[in-house]
Each structure stands twice: as C-alpha cells, then as structure tokens.
C-alpha cells in the first residue's frame, strides 16, 4: 500500500497568517556551545593525558609494558620471516629416529650392528657421548657443546664413566658440559640450586656453563643464557657460572665482540638450524656417505642436545608461535650465533627516565599534529596513519638490531584519534539531545515538524508521535492505526471509520496553523473552508481522492480522504531507466485527461511529480493526489496576486516553472509540470540534470550526448517540447489544448499499427503534418532525432 505525500495544504493559509503572528521565538544555544567548547576542550585534555600516560608507563617499565613490547618483538620476527642461518653451528640432534632406530637394528642383529650397542637404550651410555666426542674432534671440529646434565652416575656402571672421563681428560680443552639451576624444596623453604656434572667430569680443562634462559612474562625465550646468570648474581643467591653459550664459544677458541644487547637475534623458527641425527655419527655408512667421514663438521661448533618429544625440552620463543615451541638445544645455537655475529638486540634507550621523555617527546608531537586536523574523521584517520608509521620505524630500527619503545607509543597515539573520535561523537550526541528536547517542546511548530521530516536520525519523534497517537480517536469517529508521514504544515494518518460497517481505513491530514491568535485562526478557518469546498468539488472525478470530509477540532483543521491502494508512479520510473514511447504517451495522456477536469473547475494543482502521481491496483489507473497546494484562480485573487509580488512559491524543483517559483502559478505551469514527468519517463533523467540552452529552454533530446535510451517520435517529441517552454505564454494554455494534440497523434500511431501496408514515405508525412501542429523555432530547438 503506497501512501500520501505529507499535505502542504495550509501553505496559503498558514502565509497568511505568518502576516498577523508576533515575533518567532528564539532559543538560544548558550549552554550548548559551552557543552561543546568543553567537550573539544576535554579531547586536547585526553590527549595530553595520553602522551604522559604513556611516558610515564615507559618509563616505569612494568611488567605490563614489557609485555606489550615482548609482543611486539614477537610480531616484527614474525613479518621479518626466517633467515638462513651461519653454517658453522651444526646440531647432533637426540630426535625420535635417533632413540628408536638403533634400538630397532641392534634388536634384530647385535653382532652385525655391534657398533649401536651404546644406544640400544635411553638414557644412552656416556661411551656413546665419548665416541662421538672423540669422531668429532677428529674430524677437525672446532669444539663439541653437550646439552646434557652428567650430573648422577651412570646406571650401566662406573665403567661407563669412566670411558667419558677418560675423553675428557684427552679432548676437555674443546668440550662443553650443561649445568643447570634448579628450584629445590626443603623445610626450610625454597632456593635455587647448581646442578652441574659428576666431579670426575670437571677434568681436561671442560668448559660448564648454565644452560637456563630467563622467561619473559609473556612466557616466552627472549634473553641470552647469560641474563639469568646476572639475575642470580645480582641477588647474591648464587656464585655467577657463565653461561652454556659463551663456555661453548670460549672452548671453540672464538674471539666475539662483547654484546651490545641482551636479546637473541632468532634465524627464524624452530627447524631453521641444521640438524643431524645422532645415531649417524656412529654408524659407519652415514658416517662414510653422508658425513663424508666427518668433513661436514670441520671448523664448526657441534651443539649434542634432545629434540625428541620425551624430553619436553621445549621452549615458546619470540620468532615462533606457542604452537611450535623451540628445543633447548636450538635456542643455543641460536644463542651462540647471536654472540658471535656481535647482532644481539639491544635496547635503544636503556635509562627509563630518558626513555619516558623519549616517549613523551613522540606521541605529544603526532598529538600537536593530529589536533590541527579540523575534521574529527581527519584526526582519526591521520592518528592511525601515524600508529602505523611509528610501527614502520620500530621495525625498521628492529632490521638493524635495535628496539625502541613500540606498543605503548602506538596505542597512545591510536588512542588520541578515538579520544577526539569519541569526544567528538558526545559532542554531537549533546547537541543532537538538545535539539531533540527543543523539538519535544515546539513539535506543533511548523518549522519544527519539517526539519524533522527531512532528518533521518530525527525519524524516532516521528516514532514517537506514532506511538502517542496510536488509537487517539478524532471527532469521535476517526481512530488513528498510525502516522504517515509529518511535514511542516501537516500530519498525515491512516485513520478508521469507527461510524461505517467495516471500519474501513481512510487518510486523515491534520492541518497546522503557524498562529493561534484569534484573528490568525480565523483567517485560518475560511481559507481551511474555502479550500476543503474546492477538494470536495474535485473529488467527484475517478481519478482524484475523494474528500470524505473535513471538521476542525481543539484549534486543529482535519481532512478525511480516500484512502488509495496502490504505488506512487516515481517507483516505475527509476534514476537511468527510460521506458518505451507507448507508455510515456499513456502518462501523460492520463494526467492531460485529470487536468482537462481539473482546470476546468478553476484550480491549480501546483505539485504535479512522480511521487504525487499514483498507480491504483484495482485499475492500473492513475490517480493525482496531495491537492494541498491548490489554488483556486478567480478574478479576485488575480487582482490581489498582482498586488502582492511575494507570494510563496509552492511545487518541486525541476517540476515548477520559473513563473511558479516566483509564486505566480497558471494554468500552463501545471502543464509544464506534466510535460516534465513526460520527458522524466523518456529519458530516465532527473529534470535538473537536463541540459538547457543558452535562452534557458530545456535541450532535452540531447540527453545522453543526443542518443536516447528510447526511440521517440517527431510528432510527441514536438508537443513534449511546447508543454516545456520557458515562457509560460508560448506553452499549451489549457490541458484541453494539449490533450487535443496528443490525441490527434495518438489516432495516427493507432491508424499506423492497424494499416501498416499505407507506411509508406509519402502518405507517412502527409498523416504526421495531420496530426501535428506547426512547429516554431523554438520548438525545432527541442526536437528529437
């Protein structure tokens, strides 16, 4: 069910007594422009709070903070992806083939795999670590790094330290043995304690380091091994032990530059470094084959640790995700790659004083800058432009090894653009619940009502006027189902007739005086009465709403009309879609038809557009509708429309003439009017897109560069054109006149299509001069091709 444009009935009258009414009452927005110099007061106040917060939380560095830019140095391995790492850092690796694969071969044949009887079990025997020791060492390597803790005797027997004892004592100089500090519970309490090697094994100059690393509080490997060792130092909880690292490279006889940082610079994640099954050391065909007799460890650091899944010695680290943890035996290696390659990460600003005021100095300049943003959106979108640069520097000095203060400047520069952002949205939000308490309390007021009309965020007074008026009753007949429409002169309603069998449902259009004055209303009420007799004189045509009645009640006019089933003409008639001559011809026939009756009884519709322009669907007729901007044209008010140059113009822009505009409204104007809607339907172009010509006179067969969506016949094409001419005097002067025209051209389309074999050239010109009227130069100008 379509429904009524909103009324604007009372646009004479209300004019009229606009004449006789006071003074307009003036709201002064004091309070609220204090709200709002408050509100972008308190933005630059949130921003301020932002740059110190922020400098103050650097500087603290708090567990927090360290949290927040743990992550962030996780992200920037992530982006910076793996590298390939150095080659003189292999690791023998105690994997899962390593475990299960010799126990398997010895199994099936012991005397032909005699050489695996050292690892026929786990824990292997420590003759196993000796022979691969002693292997190595002669195949040239640099120094062998055992990521075992020796620190029980052996099960299989004090021989089998002593085999290790004796390699030691031999090859010591260049081998490396694990330590660790562990937590020990007692009854006096807790405390950390040294778990190193067996006593006989501190032989042959054997390098100890610690092999812990310390966890950050995102629980993750961040920090050389040597960091846990100051950490314990610093409490005096236990004598300092270097750490498995710099023991590993001190017996490899490698000069490393001190460490400017405390970081691990990670090649990638877990599987980046080399790996090479233990087991193939001893057995002679990989050690032949693939090892090529041990040449692949020359010169090299060999790191002997688990990686298998039974040790779970295994590690969240920064260049890796919690789902793939890092084995210790890899964060050594790369840990001792970090220390000798001098690229250990290293805190650009270590003093947290000066790193506060580093923080401070950033984020209140991109504050200075994003404050002198006048948009608010500009000010968001440019505070995360700079989020996101400050996030582009960080990594970059991160590439070459640095770390700057990261994740607090960014959220504290984000935060600024929400915080203008969100002031910004209160502030609006005060002004908006300002403005809607001023349109509760002048809601009658005409101007109110068509402000409100035209706000979509203001549609929920309409809301609420809907619900407030649900069920009201009018003249105790009327009973309101709910609000069409609310515009500055009139409220519209679907309303039931209470008093007919049925109850069956009509439009009732509520009309609004500017004034209530006494002398205003009356006023008021003959124009109401005089223009309610005029509605009810043309609702007797079939294709006008009837007028069902009219009465006025507390103050109020009401006009009770029939209520149409159908949809407005403007939804068969979309932005860029034309439809075919045929149809155009039937719209505008129709209307000519309606306006033959309609001026006839001395009236002026004046509004005459798509929107007021229904299709009924019991009939498929159309119907024209809202004659609240009729005039009704007699002598008298002629005279007086000569005398009073301002009268208000009523209509739609493009639909109005120029005269109409000027409030000086004939009978041709409405004539224009339908020629409009014509050319609308032609062309699927809005009437203001239309070009004109140099005298102001619409060019609209040029439209899409002189090429129609639709083919248009000379002979419609020239009555269009005249329906639209600028000068009202030169336009159709009744609707009688125009119709005749059409009709006359719509009797040869008919007599065409009945008689095509007559469609020759000749007889076609001489029946287009027939039906056609001369055309003038000014109508040539408009014609189509």
């Known amino acids: 069910m379509a ?45 301020g709070g932002w740059a110190m917060g922020a400098a103050v939380l650097s500087a603290s560095g708090g567990e927090l903070v360290q949290l927040m830019e743990n992550k962030a140095l996780s992200a920037f391995f992530q982006v910076r992806g793996p590298i390939s790492p150095p080659e003189d850092i292999v690791i023998l690796a105690i994997d899962d083939q390593s475990i299960s694969v010799p126990a398997q071969y010895y199994k099936t044949n012991p005397k032909q795999y005699a050489y695996l009887e050292t690892l026929k079990s786990y824990p292997y025997k420590r003759a196993a670590y000796a022979q691969v020791i002693t ?77 812990n690393f310390p966890l950050e509080t995102d629980g993750k490997v961040h920090r050389l091994a040597s960091e846990f060792s100051k950490l314990l130092a610093e409490d005096n909880l236990i004598e300092k032990l270097p750490s498995f ?88 290696a790369n840990a001792i790659a970090t220390l000798m390659q001098g690229k250990a990460i290293a805190p650009g600003i270590k003093s947290p004083p000066l790193r506060g005021l580093f923080v401070l100095i950033i984020v209140g300049s991109t504050a200075l800058m994003i404050s002198r943003r006048k948009r608010t959106i500009n000010r968001f979108l440019y505070s995360l432009a700079l989020s996101g640069a400050w996030a582009g520097i960080s990594y970059g000095l991160f590439i070459h090894g640095q770390l700057i203060p990261t994740t607090v400047p960014m959220i504290a520069i984000a935060m600024i653009g929400f915080s203008y952002l969100g002031t910004s949205l209160v502030r609006e939000s005060i002004k908006k619940r300002q403005l809607v308490d001023i349109f509760q309390k002048y809601k009658t007021s005409a101007v109110v009502q068509e402000i409100i009309s035209q706000q979509d965020d203001l549609q929920d007074l309409i809301q609420q006027r809907d619900l407030a008026l649900s069920g009201k009753v009018l003249a105790r007949r009327y009973r309101i189902v709910k609000v069409l429409g609310s515009g500055g002169f009139s409220e519209t309603y679907i309303a039931e007739d209470t008093q007919r069998p049925g109850n069956p449902r009509c439009v009732v259009k509520q009309l609004k005086p500017a004034n209530t004055k006494p002398e205003a209303l009356q006023l008021a009420r003959r124009l109401f009465n005089s223009e309610a007799q005029t509605l009810e004189k043309l609702g007797i045509h079939p294709q006008i709403p009837q007028l069902l009645a009219y009465f006025e009640e507390d103050e109020e006019f009401y006009l009770v009309q029939q209520q149409i089933i159908g949809h407005p003409l403007n939804q068969e008639l979309p932005p860029g879609r034309a439809i075919e001559e ?97 050319i609308k339907a032609l062309t699927g172009m809005a009437p203001r897109e239309l070009p004109r010509d140099a005298d102001g006179e619409i060019r609209w067969s040029d439209a899409y560069g002189g090429k129609l969506r639709t083919q248009v016949s000379h002979s419609f094409a020239k009555i269009l054109s005249k329906m639209v001419l600028d000068d009202f005097k030169q336009r159709y002067q009744s609707a009688s006149e125009a119709l005749e025209d059409l009709e006359a051209f719509d009797d040869v389309v008919n007599f065409q299509s009945i008689y095509p074999m007559l469609q020759n050239d000749s007889l076609m010109n001489t029946l287009d001069d027939l039906g056609t009227p001369t055309k003038s130069s000014s109508e040539a100008s408009s014609e189509t091709t």
């Not at 007594?17 to 004091?30: C, D, Q």
């Not at 460890?297 to 260049?319: E, M, Q, R, S, W």
């Not at 509004?607 to 019991?618: E, Y």
């Open 3 to 47: 429904e009524e444009p909103t009324s604007t009935l009372t646009k004479n009258y209300v004019s009229a007594a606009n004449r006789h009414s006071s003074k307009p009452t003036k709201v002064t927005s004091t309070a609220s422009a204090r709200q709002s110099r408050w509100m972008v007061l308190l933005g630059h106040l949130l921003a």
């Open 135 to 211: 292997k190595l060492i002669k195949a040239g390597v640099r120094s062998v790094a055992i990521d075992v803790v020796f620190d029980t005797p052996s099960s299989y027997g004090a021989s089998d330290d002593r085999q290790l004892q004796a390699v030691l004592q031999k090859y010591g100089s260049k081998v490396t043995l694990a330590a660790v500090y562990e937590n020990s519970q007692t009854h006096q309490g807790s405390f950390m304690q040294l778990i190193d090697p067996q006593q006989m094994f501190h032989t042959g100059s054997v390098s100890i380091g610690s092999v």
């Open 245 to 332: 690292d710099e023991a590993a490279i001190r017996a490899a006889q490698v000069n490393y530059p001190r460490p400017k940082g405390d970081r691990i610079h990670f090649w990638g994640p877990a599987g980046t470094f080399e790996q090479i099954p233990f087991w193939h050391v001893l057995d002679p065909e990989n050690w032949n084959t693939y090892l090529q007799q041990g040449k692949v460890f020359k010169d090299k650091i060999v790191l002997i640790g688990a990686t298998d899944k039974l040790h779970n010695d295994y590690y969240p680290v920064a260049a890796s995700n919690s789902a793939k943890p890092m084995s210790g035996v890899e964060i050594h």
């Open 582 to 678: 045929i149809a155009a011809i039937r719209i505008v026939r129709d209307l000519l038809q309606i306006l033959t009756f309609v001026h006839k009884n001395n009236v002026i519709h004046r509004d005459i557009k798509p929107s007021n322009i229904m299709r009924r669907h019991s009939d498929g007729k159309l119907i024209l509708i809202d004659f609240g901007a009729v005039k009704e044209v007699s002598t008298k008010q002629l005279d007086h429309q000569e005398q009073s140059p301002f009268t208000i113009g009523i209509g739609t822009q493009g639909y109005a003439p120029s005269e109409q505009c000027f409030g000086r409204p004939h009978y041709s104007s409405d004539i224009y009017a339908v020629g409009m809607v014509g």
